[in-house]
């Protein structure tokens, strides 16, 4: 054999290797992160809704609207037995950017969020087992996007929000309600006015609030106690930033990703930090691969301990506590769908569903990641 053919042979066996190697790194890296693919979609397309994982394993789809002014009654079921959408009862108002919650009874409260052209006290609960919203008592201020914590004692604490649209509104108030009574109570307020912020239960059943907007993107924290009933300023944020993420780490630390300096379209982040409640001290983490805002509340916390991070995007990404990276996910959704939601099924999978891109057109597109 000469020496030219003998070098050919070497360079194809060779290449082949290198692609077999990246291949086998590829099929390591997709089956380690997990992937997205469509679903069936939902009967009307949504965004700014609520999604909540009942006791059975369906997801209650609450409210959300089509497009500006043009709000949704209406609530559907996803039955991940069959992988279809069907309709359940409507509420009592049309409402966006409510707060949706699962109490302790396996009923479902839905308060605040826009109604038509102003916020809404009202409230409402959710009985699986009729499919029907029944009425209760109102907030103690009308609150639109609130963040919504449920306590260790099985109680919510509803935080900020808007009272009305236009210059003043948001607000540093904050009410307790009382699963036992179906009774709303104020609590201390907050140090800092805020929309758009982050509420993560601490692992010592403390409640941490980050960032927000009331005027200008902010970067404080605090804490509330429910035992005191009171909130303390923690350190600040590394950035600034509102409509991010943040997701409970399994070692009690809690990740804060994405959102914006800017109240809308500019500025969208890519950074993240860790929260550390022993240091009470925020620390960067690497970045997201893309930036992105108008996130859901709360990132999923999969099975493995993991985080999915969604939304904002075409493509989601996975926030490894061990590496303190991220991962992107296998498949893209179709366009960079904002205020979609995200609900981690009983399963290990998640219900990804809804959202709109930059015009105000809602889809009724649904996606499940499988880990």
Not at 140 to 157: C, E, H, Y
């Amino acid at each position: 054999m000469n020496r030219s053919r003998l070098l050919s042979i070497v360079f194809i066996v060779t290449s082949f290797a290198i692609v077999s190697a990246a291949f086998h790194s590829s099929s390591i890296s997709s089956a380690r992160v997990g992937s997205l693919a469509p679903a069936s979609p939902m009967l009307e397309p949504r965004s700014g809704h609520s999604a909540t994982l009942l006791p059975d394993g369906k997801v209650l789809i609450v409210g959300g609207m089509r497009r500006n002014q043009e709000f949704y009654k209406s609530a559907e079921l996803y039955d991940p037995a069959t992988g279809r959408f069907q309709r359940t009862g409507e509420m009592s108002v049309g409402r966006v950017g409510q707060v949706a919650v699962l109490l302790r009874s396996g009923k479902v409260l839905i308060a605040g969020g826009w109604i038509a052209h102003d916020t809404t006290d009202s409230a409402e609960l959710y009985d699986p087992s009729t499919g029907k919203f029944t009425t209760i008592g109102k907030m103690t201020t009308r609150r639109g996007r609130p963040s919504a914590t449920i306590l260790q004692n099985g109680d919510v604490l509803i935080a900020g929000g808007e009272d009305h649209d236009g210059p003043g509104a948001t607000l540093a108030s904050a009410e307790v309600f009382h699963a036992s009574t179906l009774q709303f109570q104020s609590t201390g307020s907050m140090h800092h006015a805020r929309i758009s912020h982050t509420a993560t239960l601490l692992n010592d059943g403390r409640v941490l609030i980050a960032g927000g907007f009331a005027g200008e993107v902010s970067a404080t924290a605090e804490l509330y106690d429910p035992q005191k009933g009171m909130f303390s300023e923690t350190a600040s944020l590394s950035a600034a930033r509102c409509k991010h993420t943040a997701g409970l780490l399994p070692d009690g630390r809690v990740l804060i990703a994405g959102g914006s300096s800017n109240r809308d379209w500019n500025h969208n982040l890519n950074s993240a930090e860790i929260y550390d409640p022993h240091t009470g001290h925020f620390t960067p983490t690497a970045n997201l691969n893309d930036s992105r805002f108008k996130l859901p509340d709360e990132a999923v916390q999969l099975m493995s301990g993991k985080l999915l991070i969604a939304g904002g995007s075409k493509e989601s990404e996975i926030f490894d506590p061990a590496t303190g990276k991220f991962d992107v996910v296998v498949g893209q959704m179709n366009d960079n769908w904002h205020y979609l939601s995200e609900t981690k099924l009983r399963d290990g999978t998640v219900l990804l569903a809804g959202g709109y891109p930059n015009s105000d057109a809602a889809t009724a597109q649904t996606w499940i990641y499988r880990p």
